[in-house]
């Protein structure tokens, strides 16, 4: 609630107190509030809680820590639908884009679970990096076209998360993640079996099948949506589930409302970091998450390391 209120608060514009009640300040002031700061506070909040919340699900059906959107080519194939859709149908409305990229969202992610079960995974850092080689193929494709359509300004907007030019009537579609990571709370007990393995899960008589498809719809159309309304914000869903996994545990439906509020959070803070470390000018959120995202990527895998030794 704190960071919301910062959030509210900074800017290029004044939005004091003191400009919000002045008679000739105030209406340009609460204009500002409504059409540009409250959207973007709200957009923030959104997109933190949803995306952290796949991170989870992905971390639970594949039973690894290291997993989420941008290490499992989540991310580079909603990329590469958003670029097929702009190509062949730039008229599509946004909805339509976001479901475009959500299948090819989904279509990713099934061949990286695909190729987990022809690789043989000797380490649990395998599975990540067998996610970063399949997300910098797709995203070399993805760049070479982009580049021979000129388009390359379209797919940095796609790939770098930027709450810039979050207005009234340009960030809604993003209330449909907060629709489904409500879903996926309703199922959090389901997605918890599942995650102890599959085996495990058709003894207790769960559908397996199911319930995995269920959980990789939702982090499709998550990371799809976010995409097409502000960008990319890598890492998100990794380090929050795991910060929240040591605190208080693996299960699901207890751990969900604790990721949703921490991603919410990080999320708001890189953004008043990007706010004010070159005031006015903005440096984008995914620039910010990108740096302490690795950062943290980097000890998670070291930890992992020493455990494993």
Same mark, same amino acid.
């Given at each position: 609630?704190?960071?919301?209120?910062?959030?509210?608060?900074?800017?290029?514009?004044?939005?004091?107190?003191?400009?919000?009640?002045?008679?000739?300040?105030?209406?340009? !002031?609460?204009?500002?509030?409504?059409?540009?700061?409250?959207?973007?506070?709200? *957009?923030?909040?959104?997109?933190?809680?949803? @995306?952290?919340?796949?991170?989870?699900?992905?971390?639970?059906?594949?039973?690894?820590?290291?997993?989420?959107?941008?290490?499992?080519?989540?991310?580079?194939?909603?990329?590469?639908?958003?670029? $097929?859709?702009?190509?062949?149908?730039?008229?599509?409305?946004?909805?339509? &884009?976001?479901?475009?990229?959500? *299948?090819? #969202?989904?279509?990713?992610?099934?061949?990286?679970?695909?190729?987990?079960?022809?690789?043989?995974?000797?380490?649990?850092?395998?599975?990540?990096?067998?996610?970063? @080689?399949?997300?910098? =193929?797709?995203?070399?494709?993805?760049?070479?076209? #982009?580049?021979?359509?000129?388009?390359?300004?379209?797919?940095?907007?796609?790939?770098?998360?930027?709450?810039?030019?979050?207005?009234?009537?340009?960030?809604? /579609?993003?209330?449909?993640?907060?629709?489904?990571?409500?879903? !996926?709370?309703?199922? *959090?007990?389901? /997605?918890?079996?599942?995650?102890?393995?599959?085996?495990? !899960?058709?003894?207790?008589?769960?559908? +397996?099948?199911? $319930?995995?498809?269920?959980?990789?719809?939702?982090?499709?159309?998550?990371?799809?949506?976010?995409?097409?309304?502000?960008?990319? @914000?890598?890492?998100?869903?990794? =380090?929050?589930?795991?910060?929240?996994?040591?605190?208080?545990?693996?299960?699901?439906?207890?751990?969900?409302?604790?990721?949703?509020?921490?991603?919410?959070? /990080?999320?708001? !803070?890189?953004?008043?970091?990007?706010?004010?470390?070159? +005031?006015? +000018?903005? =440096?984008?959120?995914?620039?910010?998450?990108?740096?302490?995202?690795?950062?943290?990527?980097?000890?998670?895998?070291? &930890?992992?390391?020493?455990?494993?030794?």
């Amino acid at each position: 609630m704190i960071l919301a209120l910062i959030s509210l608060l900074i800017g290029a514009s004044d939005l004091s107190l003191t400009a919000l009640f002045s008679p000739q300040e105030g209406e340009r !002031a609460v204009q500002i509030l409504v059409v540009s700061r409250i959207p973007r506070t709200v *957009a923030l909040i959104l997109a933190g809680m949803a @995306m952290a919340v796949a991170g989870l699900i992905m971390q639970m059906l594949t039973q690894n820590r290291f997993v989420e959107p941008s290490t499992a080519g989540t991310v580079e194939s909603a990329s590469l639908g958003l670029l $097929i859709v702009t190509l062949f149908a730039p008229d599509f409305p946004v909805i339509g &884009k976001m479901l475009v990229a959500a *299948a090819f #969202a989904l279509t990713g992610t099934a061949l990286f679970l695909r190729i987990l079960r022809l690789v043989p995974l000797r380490s649990v850092l395998t599975v990540p990096l067998v996610g970063i @080689m399949l997300g910098g =193929i797709i995203s070399a494709i993805t760049t070479f076209f #982009a580049y021979r359509f000129d388009l390359m300004q379209s797919l940095n907007a796609w790939t770098t998360g930027d709450f810039s030019g979050v207005l009234r009537g340009r960030y809604e /579609l993003l209330w449909v993640t907060f629709v489904l990571t409500v879903m !996926a709370y309703a199922a *959090a007990d389901r /997605l918890t079996l599942a995650g102890m393995g599959r085996d495990f !899960a058709i003894n207790l008589g769960l559908h +397996y099948r199911s $319930i995995v498809s269920f959980g990789l719809i939702i982090v499709s159309m998550v990371t799809a949506t976010v995409v097409v309304t502000v960008g990319m @914000m890598p890492f998100l869903g990794l =380090i929050v589930p795991n910060v929240v996994s040591m605190m208080i545990g693996d299960n699901m439906r207890r751990a969900l409302p604790w990721v949703a509020v921490m991603g919410a959070g /990080l999320v708001l !803070a890189c953004d008043v970091v990007g706010r004010v470390v070159y +005031y006015p +000018y903005e =440096i984008p959120i995914g620039t910010i998450m990108g740096i302490v995202g690795s950062a943290l990527f980097l000890v998670l895998l070291l &930890k992992g390391r020493e455990r494993l030794a």
